[in-house]
């Protein structure tokens, strides 16, 4: 028989030549012919056809030994077979079977052009390793693209501009059909991990970059950590990613810290801390410290510390510290463990304070008010100074203002005794003249004194009966010029200790 294979004339064929009949069915081959009886090449393929009694069906095989071009096998309810021999079908190479909608391929597949497509629902690759970008070079960038009708995702290595060689998941412009692969700058994205993040590099040493010049463009919303796209503001914590009015250049660390309208350059650690209208440069740490309106420059350390009005420039520091209304530039520390007010400006308090007797003939440096819990300073000054004959001690005094440094001395005495006074006196006062003063006790009677015996350190009352008297002995220490002008000198100190 002939059969036509050009669709347009007789001009030549295929034939078919039956051979001798085999098992179950008959064979024979496929040959080209020019239409005029003449044979072309070698037979091209033997083909066996059997039948099947059970189910009437004839099977066809065609072993095409000698095929060079296109081979077409009709029925598509048996599949196809190609095999490099005629023997079992371990020897195939390619199986298409439609029954199953299976392709099975043996040995390895080489596929060339621009873009290939797999309609497949899912992909299941049994390779340990898959490589992309082979034919790359170090200036390719290089990825795999994701397709989402809201926006295409990458994840690739890109080299050059704002992120050179670097590892990026961004979204993308570009799509499987593109020669480039660029991240969207425009959105973010946002990521989710479940589990821990590791970052362990030692060669070099690397870190993961929170802030300004690393990580931007990062947001972690469900594990409540958010880094803005600018790099300048850090937030962490639960209801962060819904923050309102955020200023740059803060930090918010905890439960709704610095959530409303934060200021810029402020920090907030601890649930609440710094919740509404943290001002400017201002510092909240702990639970729902510096909470409400919270001044500029103010700092809150503390449970509730400053917790509502802190004043401007302020610092509270304990536990329920300047918890209402604080006055500005004002500073208290309360170790209290209850709620401690100051509301007055420029004060420093502190509670509590325990008190302690100090003993001796020494007065209070330090006043402090348990009222308002201010620290104050008493106007009586005191001062130290070096033990003028006895090494390793000092003196402590109490100031005598005058128009000179005086040192004075008093005491109880009796006309039969002679006063003597401490014996560092005669070098203390150096060459000063003292002044001497005595009151009787008991009667009134004249008194006289003698002049001061340096010598001896000592003076005497004279009476005309033995009398009790007091006395007074005072005596300028060293000059002082009482009258100078402010251009010629130079104050130093501060409170009553203010000095030339």
């Known amino acids: 028989m002939s059969i036509k294979y050009d669709g347009f004339s007789d001009i030549g064929g295929v034939d078919y030549n039956e051979g001798a009949p085999v098992a179950g069915g008959t064979q024979g081959s496929i040959q ?117 009708p809201s926006g295409n995702v990458m994840t690739g290595y890109v080299t050059g501009g704002q992120y050179d060689n670097t590892f990026v998941v961004a979204y993308t412009d570009n799509s499987a059909f593109s020669y480039e692969l660029h991240p969207n700058t425009e959105s973010n994205i946002h990521m989710s991990v479940v589990g821990n993040v590791g970052v ?71 649930a609440s801390a710094g919740q509404f209208s943290q001002g400017v440069r201002a510092v909240a740490i702990g639970r729902q410290a510096g909470e409400c309106n919270q001044e500029s420059q103010s700092i809150a350390i503390g449970y509730r510390a400053g917790h509502n009005n802190m004043g401007k420039d302020s610092i509270a520091i304990g536990a329920l510290a300047g918890g209402n209304n604080m006055g500005s530039n004002s500073i208290l520390l309360s170790a209290a463990g209850a709620s401690r007010q100051l509301q007055i400006d420029n004060a420093f308090g502190v509670t509590p304070m325990n008190s302690t007797a100090v003993g001796g003939t020494q007065g209070n440096i330090m006043h402090y008010d348990p009222t308002t819990f201010e620290i104050r300073y008493d106007t009586a000054k005191t001062f130290v100074i070096p033990h003028p004959n006895r090494p390793g001690r000092m003196l402590v005094h109490g100031c005598l203002e005058g128009p000179e440094g005086g040192v004075y001395y008093r005491g109880k005495g009796n006309s039969g005794k002679p006063i003597r006074l401490p014996d560092y006196v005669p070098d203390l006062i150096g060459g000063g003249e003292p002044t001497i003063h005595v009151t009787p006790i008991g009667n009134n009677q004249s008194l006289g004194v003698s002049e001061w015996n340096r010598e001896t350190n000592s003076f005497r009352v004279i009476a005309d009966r033995p009398t009790d008297f007091h006395w007074t002995f005072t005596a300028m220490r060293i000059p002082v010029d009482v009258e100078p002008f402010e251009t010629e000198v130079e104050v130093k100190g501060q409170g009553p200790y203010t000095y030339i």
């Open 32 to 148: 080209f012919n020019d239409g005029q009886g003449n044979f072309r090449g070698h037979p091209m393929a033997n083909v066996v056809v059997t039948y099947d009694p059970n189910t009437g069906q004839e099977y066809a095989n065609i072993y095409a030994t000698n095929l060079k071009g296109t081979l077409q096998i009709g029925d598509p309810l048996y599949g196809v077979l190609f095999s490099n021999s005629q023997a079992a079908a371990t020897s195939e190479i390619l199986f298409i079977n439609p029954e199953t909608s299976t392709m099975t391929l043996y040995g390895n597949m080489v596929v060339t052009g621009d873009v290939n497509t797999l309609g497949a629902n899912n992909l299941i690759v049994s390779d340990n390793v898959i490589e992309v970008g082979a034919n790359a070079t170090d200036s390719t960038n290089v990825g795999i693209v994701y397709q989402r």
């Open 200 to 270: 362990q590099n030692s060669h070099p040493l690397h870190y993961l970059s929170l802030g300004e010049n690393g990580a931007q463009g990062t947001q972690y919303f469900e594990g409540n950590v958010i880094i803005t796209s600018t790099g300048t503001t850090v937030r962490i914590g639960k209801d962060q990613d819904t923050a309102v009015n955020p200023s740059d250049f803060t930090v918010a660390v905890g439960e709704s810290a610095g959530f409303d309208t934060q200021g810029s350059l402020s920090v907030s650690v601890g």
